[in-house]
């Protein structure tokens, strides 16, 4: 071979390969997802948990979805009423997505509230505005006002009434500038300590070098603000727990002794909570901190809920029977499922011919229907001191987004001896509900649509295998349909 092509073989330029492109933190797809998830969290308490669930389940993704969604607290006034202006869009993607950014970050950082409300061009950007400053994280509906007249007079507080079908007014309070609302904030703060946004505790639990800068950047904004005085405190006990991590390292190391297992809350507690505390972050991250052991106990835990109509019927005679060890099984059966899933509750209440089958019907339907299964112990008497009550059921044509909606309220009974000298008065506790047939009891179900979203984070087989049961259970109830969704989107 000539010396010449020799030289240029050894000279000439290695094929370089192109860049292989960078798959992005958050696709289109995921940010979709989360949207729609941040949009839905305010329906129930577990769907707040799903919202966690997945932000935590997808590290990078969310941390990049909570970049673009919560922002240094700081805003121009144009800035505001563009905002404002994108609220009262016909595009819902785009008036969601306004209302969004107002929520975590306050329009009152641009200019007073009232002036905020002039901008607004009545309904329903008003609603959306006021529901955004004050704190909801749903966006109101028809039942919703501002009253710009609050009945104490003071001109610079303002009130939303959220009046929600069947479940009376909520009123929500708040000032008519940020300096103002600073003040009544870190007032409530020093005699109570408020729990951390769903965003806090996910960009905590993650805490990879994309959230601490972002907490970083959070808590440079404006002075007095909520999301700079979270993202304060949440960089303030990431670095203790630095900290203590370090001096449990070096102490152990001195001591020649292994370093002691993380503590951790016994799982049992956790899901005999009510459901205000079992839908929230530190529920979840108790079960996510030990995820082969989390499966294995939700997997005792769970039950799919299965009822026939013949066999909501069969259970409806053996919780009005006679026998204690029968009665008992019943109520726990009915923790489970929902007879309505079967039955119209005008049949329901037709079978309780006495005062016991009205109580005891009432009680494991609404009373007990939000405490996971077997939280009863085996001594449990439902007739305790049902003798003393009954329960009176009317229908309500005031709870107009309900089909068919009725009103149970506990009573003295006149006829008790022990209640004769008091004579018959409502005691105070009342259930508003759908008495169709297919509507069940809405409080109910939390724990087991809590556990299968927390199992959908884990995402080992034995996880999905525990949804997969969940989803064979009756296709009207919640945890069917959350198994189904969630397995609809992993493609199984």
């Known amino acids: 071979m000539p010396r010449l092509l020799i030289l240029l073989l050894f000279t000439a330029p290695a094929a370089v390969a192109a860049p ?13 997802e989360f949207n729609d998830l941040w949009d839905r969290r305010g329906e129930r308490a577990s ?13 990078e993704a969310g941390v990049e979805y909570l970049r673009r969604l919560v922002k240094p607290a700081g805003m121009k006034e144009q800035e505001a009423k563009s905002l404002i202006a994108e609220l009262g869009s016909d595009d819902e993607a785009t008036w ?24 607004a061009q009545g309904e329903p950007q008003q609603m959306r505005l006021a529901a955004a400053t004050f704190g909801i994280d749903w966006p109101p509906g028809d039942h919703t006002k501002v009253s710009l007249q609050p009945p104490d007079g003071r001109p610079e507080r303002w009130r939303l ?16 500038t940020y300096e103002e609302q600073v003040r009544m904030e870190t007032a409530f703060d020093g005699k109570m300590t408020p ?23 959070l808590a440079d904004g404006r002075e007095g603000a909520k999301t700079t005085r979270y993202a304060t405190a949440a960089l303030s006990r990431l670095m203790s727990r630095d900290l203590d991590a370090v001096r449990q390292r070096l102490g152990a190391e001195r001591r020649g002794r292994p370093l002691p297992d993380e503590p951790w809350r016994e799982l049992d507690v ?12 530190d529920a979840a991250d108790a079960f996510l901190d030990r995820p082969a052991d989390a499966v294995r106990f939700l997997k005792r835990q769970l039950r799919p809920v299965k009822l026939t109509a013949d066999g909501a019927k069969k259970l409806l005679a053996k919780l009005f029977g006679d026998d204690r060890t029968e009665v008992l099984a019943a109520v726990r059966e009915l923790q489970v499922v929902d007879l309505q899933l079967e039955m119209a509750f005008d049949d329901l209440w037709a079978a309780a011919d006495t005062p016991t089958k009205r109580c005891r019907l009432a009680d494991a339907m609404m009373a007990w229907a939000d405490r996971p299964y077997n939280a009863i112990p085996d001594d449990f008497d439902i007739d305790h001191v049902n003798h003393l009550r009954d329960y009176e059921y009317a229908l309500d044509p005031a709870v107009r987004d309900l089909p068919r909606g009725g009103t149970l309220m506990v009573v003295w009974r006149a006829d008790a001896p022990q209640n004769k000298r008091i004579g018959l008065r409502p005691s105070g506790q009342e259930f508003t509900f759908s008495t169709a047939k297919g509507q069940t009891h809405a409080d109910r179900w939390y724990h087991e649509e809590s556990a299968i979203y927390i199992l959908d984070a884990i995402g080992s087989d034995d996880a999905v295998a525990v949804i997969k049961d969940m989803a064979t259970g009756h296709p009207d109830a919640g945890p069917t349909k959350a198994a189904v969704a969630v397995l609809k989107r992993r493609g199984k």
């Open 20 to 32: 292989v492109p960078k798959a992005p933190a958050l696709t289109a797809e995921q940010e979709k």
């Open 47 to 59: 769907a707040q948990l799903r919202y966690y669930c997945r932000l935590v389940s997808r590290p």
């Open 96 to 119: 969601r997505r306004a209302f969004r950014d107002l929520r975590h970050r306050d329009v009152r950082l641009a200019m007073p509230l009232g002036e905020a409300l002039e901008v």
């Open 161 to 176: 009434e959220v009046a929600r079908a069947g479940r009376g007014s909520v009123a929500h309070a708040g000032c008519q």
């Open 195 to 217: 729990a951390p946004p769903d965003w806090v505790y996910a960009l905590r639990r993650i805490n990879s070098p994309d959230a601490r800068q972002h907490l970083e950047a």
């Open 270 to 281: 956790v899901w005999q909570q009510q459901w205000y505390s079992v839908t929230t972050p």
